[in-house]
């Protein structure tokens, strides 16, 4: 499922392949994603493409009086192709740019394309999502204060986009560990110092993920755009019963939390 890394990669990817161009045409070969692709999008022809923010795993595609907004959902995947490219299966979205086309595929309808006149924060998928971790707005101060009246686990409170936005369960276990920070841990329980190291290991994270992921940016030119190969080597993440990368003398442990997994070091995230 992409994450906030490979759709901030397909946003860096993107933006200079889009950016500045005149829409030409919209094809719509399947409406039915995860909410239905609503008729305002079939007129966008005539509208530059401004710039491609994103907001969580939102990409916001700035057309001046408007946004297009994408969502890859569980198994969506964008690329820029030649105009013409014979469509696919999955292929239910294509925006036409006159010499490039951007195409959605997405096997399991789980994405979305929608549009928002005027402000994309506006729309009610977005109006409430959490701080963005990479933003400077996310720092100690910041998680000490949105902590302070929740006494859910701290791993739990990192992946409710309500408060952080686009923390997933891989870059939670992995930032929890780089902090030391146990994640059973109360998040109200977290001293500013804490908070410190773990806004900053969240961003570690991120940022190492996105990194990883440069590397698929060349695919977005060519034919074969499958973004998200992440071969990350991670330190706590999927690594049960594995000696701890760091100590290297306790076992990496797993535990449920809200029927996710959680991997932690007993010795290095102490209670
Ligand atoms: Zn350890």
Redesign the pocket.
């Known amino acids: 499922m992409p994450e906030l890394p490979e759709v901030e990669v397909t946003r860096r990817g993107l933006a200079p392949q889009l950016i500045g161009r005149v829409i030409s045409g919209v094809a719509v070969r399947e409406p039915r994603l995860r909410w239905p692709v609503p008729r305002d999008v079939l007129a966008l022809a005539g509208r530059t493409v401004r710039t491609i923010r994103r907001r969580g795993k939102y990409l916001l595609l700035d057309c001046g009086d408007g946004h297009l907004i994408l969502h890859l959902g569980m198994s969506g995947s964008l690329r820029v192709l030649p105009p013409g490219t014979p469509a696919q299966k999955h292929d239910h979205f294509d925006l036409l740019l006159g010499d490039r086309m951007l195409r959605l595929r997405d096997p399991r309808r789980f994405g979305a394309v929608l549009w928002i006149a005027g402000d994309a924060r506006a729309h009610p998928l977005l109006a409430h999502l959490g701080v963005e971790p990479l933003s400077s707005a996310f720092n100690s101060g910041r998680l000490y204060s949105l902590t302070r009246a929740h006494r859910t686990a701290i791993k739990q409170f990192l992946m409710d986009g309500r408060r952080v936005v686009g923390v997933g369960n891989i870059y939670a276990s992995e930032s929890l560990f780089r902090a030391r920070i146990d994640p059973r841990k109360p998040a109200k329980k977290l001293s500013m110092e804490q908070c410190r190291k773990l806004s900053q290991a969240v961003k570690l994270t991120l940022r190492g993920a996105i990194r990883a992921g440069g590397s698929t940016l060349r695919d977005f030119v060519g034919a074969d755009g499958a973004a998200g190969c992440f071969q990350q080597r991670y330190w706590v993440y999927d690594r049960a019963g594995q000696k ?1 990368r ?2 290297r ?2 076992v990496v442990r797993k535990l449920q939390q809200g029927q996710r997994s959680t991997y932690y ?1 007993p ?2 995230q102490k209670r």
Do not use: E, P, V
């Open positions: 701890c760091r100590c003398s306790s070091c010795s290095c």
